[in-house]
């Protein structure tokens, strides 16, 4: 008897549960966009500082004579060159980082737009479902719809707890790569540090390639990990704060160069990717823990409105 207005009233309820995600999505993403631009124009400022304290050094400048004559010019090169890579390879992530951003605002908008009148079709629906109840069976009309209305959004909740889920595998296996890549490249302590300068010896060195680029596919998924976390009742309910992934391909590179400078192996970058990935399990062990009493919660509730029908 409901079965045509059941299935419109649950797709109905879909599209509001959508579109209020979707909504805290973009203004998830709106926040991160600013804080991008912000980022990109504070590193450039840095990069063109050490770019131009490069050129001072290596060209006839008055610190470039001092320390020449010190005796420490290569060294002093050396490390403005290797502030000028950190701050290359920090703003260059920042400027993917922000046109994946607006890439997903874009997208998210153009899906807003389907969902626009949802809420007014729900409510529609809900009306007239609520007085076919009352017709039938006064009693029990307000008491069922509850329970379907209950149904419905522990269904929405658990789909979108399984979208966040598969979100953070994804991010688990982009970090376990990178790692496995700094792992592969456990001799890079004999590098020849000095025959091609340090770009040089990055840029020939395939694992640590393969690790740059793992990081950085971690540093997109990582965001979009977070931003599948942006309702609210899932981060109420999981207690966990995700700021500090926003920032993990800084902790990367700045690990890589210390790794670099001081010959350390991979140390400093394999505990970056390594911290990160331990957040992220903790934030899916809570969110694994969430998706089992959401189950056992629609499980409960069907029976309930099984033994209603039964019984009616």
Known sequence: MYTEINRRLEEAQQGVFRLRKIDSMLKNLQEERLSLERKISELKDILDKENLDVKKLEGNSLAGIFYSFLGRLEERIEKEQREALAAKLKYDQ????????????????TERAKFEDCERKYESLYAMKKDMLIKSDPDKAQYLLNLTEQLNNSKNTLKEIKEAISAGRNVIRSLENAMGSLDS?????????????????????????NAKHEAEQAQKLLRRFRTE????????????????????????????????????KIKNSHESVSQVKSQVQSVLNKLSSLESQESARIRKVEAEIKELIIKA
Do not use: C, P, Y
Not at 104 to 109: A, D, F, G, P, Q
Not at 194 to 204: H, M, V, Y
């Open 94 to 109: 920042a400027a993917h980082d922000l046109e994946d951003v607006k890439h997903e605002i874009s997208k998210l908008n």
């Open 185 to 209: 490249a456990e001799g890079w302590g004999v590098w020849d540090m000095f025959g091609g300068g340090l770009i040089s010896d990055l840029a020939k060195h395939s694992h640590i390639d």
């Open 229 to 264: 976390l942006a309702d609210i009742r899932i981060r109420d309910d999981i207690h966990i704060e995700t700021g500090g992934f926003a920032k993990f391909a800084d902790f990367f590179f700045d690990g890589l160069i210390a790794d670099w400078i001081m010959q350390s």
